[in-house]
Nanobody
């Protein structure tokens, strides 16, 4: 019903920047919260940042001041600007989108994940 396509992952040096993008498509009527999560090897998936429909945002303490989440509601797209990245930011990054379908049902969909490697 809803497809999420992520892009922007890759290899970046410590202190560098990277921008992730996630576009949602399908039978979407309303998009509520849009967020980014990450999962490092051997660790549980954790919230990185989330942005609500009113564009208010919340961040994990570990990324505050370095990462910025934003959304383009007209395009159902969520972005994650990652600055001053560190090796501990290495993980697979997943976007998650919640909302309502044209049928009236609620949905919560995950992207396929994009790998971010921070290394010199």
């Amino acid at each position: 019903q809803v497809q999420l396509v992520e892009s922007g992952g890759g290899l970046v040096q410590p202190g560098g920047s990277l921008k992730l993008s996630c576009a949602a498509s399908g039978r979407i009527s309303v998009v509520d919260a849009m967020g980014w999560y990450r999962q490092a090897p051997g660790k549980q998936r954790e919230l990185v940042a989330v942005v609500a429909s009113d564009e208010s945002a919340e961040y994990a303490d570990s990324v505050k001041g370095r990462f910025t989440i934003s959304r383009d509601s007209a395009k159902n797209t969520v972005l994650l600007q990652m600055n001053s990245v560190q090796p501990e930011d290495t993980a697979v990054y997943f976007c998650k989108v919640k909302g309502r379908l044209t049928t009236g049902s609620c949905f919560a969909s995950w992207g396929q994940g994009t790998q971010v490697n921070v290394s010199s």
